[in-house]
């Protein structure tokens, strides 16, 4: 067949990508179900037994009232059954939106969904080479960057912009820049009930009024509750309280340090991280039976030579994959951090350790796999080149969570004997010309070209190609969702402090 005549094949046939968002892993299991038997019966223990302290009012309230009770230590225990009641009623799995509908995720059932997350005080200067504070401008940067990389589902802000005056300051200007930059479903913390309720008004307004964002809750909060061990923080809980009021989804984050504040070995993290979700998990249902929330399941490990944490580490996949099994056990969503590294820029260890615990985490059937791209440094910094190079990998992560098909027609019985009794060679076959499109993954920036056209083509390694790409973005792609007039409205009754002109060509920063 002439090059001419593949190309019209090639054309002519509908093309459904290799890989997309959602697609169902859980292959991977590194826990037997005996063992996940065992792991649930501690964390009924835990609950039941050891309790809470710190408890809000309105969880004491709420708690008691459902048949919990608070000890002599002011630790607050839930009972083995109401623990079980809310695990078989609340929500198995439910959408979470994108501004855009084309990038609505449905979340649970093993379905797998990679993002962004962290809370970097540092961006590794795209010019300069060295580490400086984080700003809004980054925030909204990476966002825009994001927006154009298909295998990063959904946008959790990833930074902390150090720019802002205030922390209440920072929760409204970090919903604000990540909702401009891209119309994936977007993630943010908040510090208090205020700042939740001061964001949902913006939001309502974005949509259009009062009461819009329930009807479309694009953005989502991420919520450390718990101080670990097993204390509640008293703002982000009552933080988690407003956006389950204003119906926003909640993960519901436990991130202890085994070793540290958490035990030492990989099954006992799981048994507490589990537990700290769980209560949250219980005090949200309480609020709402029909509130949407996730397991946030992000426990980390120690360097136990040195006390520090080891992000990259191949304990951590197996403790995110442990936990991601957990949350299928119960048939509840859930997410894990994985991707994370302790190399400082984009290099040979960066995508050893974000492939390792990524692709772990994925193929164990998490729900959400965030800082699953751009994070350096032991989730301190943050790279743009990296988000591009990440994009590749996340790429050929979630080609394994596909798998291999065996049907009759992949088989191929019918090719190999048409191809043996004509052209004896398969790559002008009809069949190999379709399915280059939807059976393989091609990287962005990855390099597959001969030494000596690589030598040609200037010697790039991939965080070259990688900086080219993001000079050409960042560059161009400026986002118009949301319109002058509706910016200008939003600016006039919130405090927007990311300058209107930065998010414009020419605006000199790129």
Known sequence: MTRQGQQRVREAVPVSPPVRPGMVGGRYQPLTHAEMERIHATILDVIEKIGFADPIPSMVELGTAAGGWMDEDGRLHYPRALVDDVIAKAPGSFVMPGQDP??????GGGRVHLGTGGAAPFMLDFETGHHRPTSTADLYDIARLVDTLDNIHFYWRSIVARDMPTWDAIDLN?????????????????????????AVA???????GDGEFRKNPFC??????VVPPLRFAKDSCEAMEAAVRAGMVVGIVSAPQAGATS????????????AECLGGLIFCYLIDPNCKAHLGTWPFLSDLRTGAMSAGSTENGLIVAGCAQMAGFYNLPGSVAAGMTDSKVPDAQSGAEKAATVLMA????SSLVNEAAGMQASLMATSLEAYVIDNDMLGAVMRTVRGIEVTDETLAFDMIRDVVHGDRHFLGHPETLRRMRTDYVYPLVGDRATPDAWEEAGSLDIRDRARLRVREVLGTHYPEHISEELDQKIRGSFEILLPREAMRPGNGRW
Not at 220 to 225: F, I, V
Not at 263 to 274: C, R
């Open 102 to 107: 084309v990038y609505d995720m449905e979340v």
């Open 174 to 198: 970090t919903v604000y820049a990540c909702m401009s930059g891209t119309t994936k479903h977007i993630t943010s913390s908040f510090n208090n009930g205020g700042s939740v309720r001061n």
């Open 202 to 208: 913006m939001l309502d307004m974005r949509l259009g």
């Open 220 to 225: 989502s909060m991420a919520c450390t509750h």
């Open 263 to 274: 035990p030492v070995t990989l099954a006992g993290t799981i048994v507490q991280s589990m």
């Open 362 to 365: 994925a193929n164990a059937g």
